[in-house]
């Protein structure tokens, strides 16, 4: 009897632990990781197969959701996962700086939280037990200097940027101001949001393109799909090709703008790798108690006409045969440190 009344207790504690086992540093061979992110843009459906992978090949179950831009989705999906008592949290944030109560509540449930792809801002980003993504500093910075170059340090430029508030979007124009500042002959004509989609940026250098007319440059677009909404509106011009445009991530038609000439530069966030490193890092924490990288920052490769058939080849050619040799490569990404290496 006092043996079943011991069972008993030992199992109702071990329910009661739940999320918390990690604490403990106890292990879960089959950890199931929560993953919500901000919305299933065209670089997250590549990063989605990434994850996707990666939770394969470490026996992990993925829950992905989608927060279709809207914060108030990814608060409920972040206390759905507490609920559930899953055995870590990976988040790609709507906004940086809104979503401090609900990791500070999946910590003081036992709950951990890694960050990817949008850092966190404020004081929740202290409890956060690891960061994987990209150096958007460093990818604005890059993606104007492409369009300045092409303009020979004169001329005007307008700017699609991200959602305002999210880290993306907050480092990107960041990089972008930190370039005019140091290339006084070229102007700012207008900035505005184009929240990473298409057809925003279409309807935005539309009416810039109407109001400005030929002061208008060169357009640097804060990520891929804006940079082919620009290029949409510029076609309907007769301007593609004739005023540069430069973009971020490196998604399919991202690369097949800079193809043909429509682009002149994108910047490679390869969505697979940087998502699959978020997965693994994950895994390994709650599988082992495995220390994830407190701050793993991507640095983006510049993609040109001269390289773009490399790196085209590799991810959309053969995706199959990449997704293939993608736990191998994150696994010694993690280990090196050189997070972007492919």
Excluded at 172 to 197: F, H, T, Y
């Amino acid at each position: 009897m006092q043996a079943k009344k011991l069972l008993a207790t030992l199992a109702g504690a071990t329910a009661l632990a739940g999320s918390a086992i990690w604490a403990a540093g106890a292990a879960n061979p089959h950890p199931v990781i929560g993953f919500t992110v901000y919305d299933m843009t065209s670089f997250i459906s590549w990063g989605k197969q990434g994850a996707e992978t990666i939770a394969k090949s470490c026996g992990a179950k993925l829950l992905w959701q989608t927060a279709s831009n809207d914060v108030n989705s990814q608060v409920s999906q972040m206390q759905q996962f507490v609920n559930r008592k899953v055995d870590i949290i990976a988040v790609a944030a709507v906004n940086s700086s809104t979503l401090g109560p609900q990791i500070m509540a999946a910590k003081a449930a036992g709950v951990p939280v890694l960050a990817t792809n949008l850092s966190i801002s404020g004081a929740a980003a202290s409890s956060l037990v690891g960061y994987v993504g990209p150096n958007d500093v460093g990818a604005g910075e890059q993606e104007a200097q492409a369009v300045v170059d092409a303009l020979h340090g004169k001329g005007n430029i307008v700017v699609l940027q991200g959602p305002i508030g999210q880290s993306a979007e907050i480092d990107r124009s960041q990089g972008i101001k930190n370039v005019l500042a140091k290339n006084p002959g070229v102007k700012l004509l207008a900035i505005q949001p184009g929240n990473w989609e298409r057809d925003q940026a279409y309807k935005l250098v539309q009416d810039w393109l109407s109001r400005y007319g030929s002061q208008v440059n060169g357009v640097v677009a804060e990520n891929d799909d804006m940079a082919i909404g620009a290029i949409r509106a510029l076609k309907e011009k007769s301007l593609n090709g004739k005023i540069p445009v430069s973009g971020v991530d490196g998604i399919k038609d991202g690369m097949r703008a800079v193809r043909a000439g429509d682009m002149i530069e994108t910047n490679l966030q390869n969505a697979a790798i940087e998502l699959g490193e978020a997965t693994q890092a994950a895994c390994d924490y709650a599988k082992d108690g495995k220390q994830a990288p407190a701050n793993a920052l991507l640095q983006m490769p510049r993609i040109t006409k001269a390289n773009v058939d490399r790196y085209y080849g590799q991810l959309f050619d053969h995706p199959a045969q990449f997704l293939e040799g993608l736990p191998k490569l994150v696994k010694a990404n993690l280990a090196s440190g050189n997070y972007a290496e492919q």
